[in-house]
């Protein structure tokens, strides 16, 4: 039993420390600079689409990307101790469901082609710590229903301009588009209960993190 708790020791540290974050106002900065680093990447990687794409739909295109940059602007704010409602319900909503949506697609490409690429990884790894990051924080700053309907309707609009429109990123099997569209209307509709279920799990309702004692 000493000998697991010996080796467990680290990553319950870890996880303390993870859960830790949205008080620990020396990370904030990190956070946002790794935010930021995350979404100029994502641009990046959709700039042949959105090269494409009339600039007038650009909004609707990154959409991973944007989510981490509303993200960093939410970031910003709780920096400030000042809050935004509306731009935190789609944040904390858009970043659940692609970060979850990504990997589920990923997933299911290399279980399809039994082929798994280092980006694959990277990108699956990446998402999966959004996901985490925006439960999180969103434990501690808990959104109210009115904040993530506005974070529902964003998204439904997102999946119609992708999924009937046809704005949906390259997929990486494109036979599996149906999957895509499935996976994404569902995260849609799943990713504001779980914000809610896990935010009223939180211990407070700051409107910033607490000053450093």
Known sequence: MTLTR???GPFVAFGRWVV??????????????VNLGGSVYGFLWYRVQLAGTPPRLWVLVPDSPLSTLIFSLVLILYGLRLRCPPLEGIAYVSTVKYGLWTALVLGQYCLAYRAVAFED????????????EAL?????????PA?????????????A????????AYLPAPEYTWFAAASALALTLAAPALLWAVGRTGPRDGPAPPAPH
């Open 121 to 132: 990884f990277h990108l699956t790894a990446s998402h999966l710590a959004m996901v985490t």
């Open 147 to 159: 904040w993530l309907a506005c974070g529902l309707l964003w998204n439904l609009v997102n999946d």
């Open 136 to 144: 999180v924080f969103c434990r501690f700053f808990r959104l109210r």
């Open 20 to 33: 830790g974050l949205p008080g620990n106002r020396a990370m904030l900065m990190p956070l946002i600079l």
């Open 6 to 8: 010996r080796a467990l």
């Open 161 to 168: 301009a992708d999924y009937v429109g046809g704005l949906h």
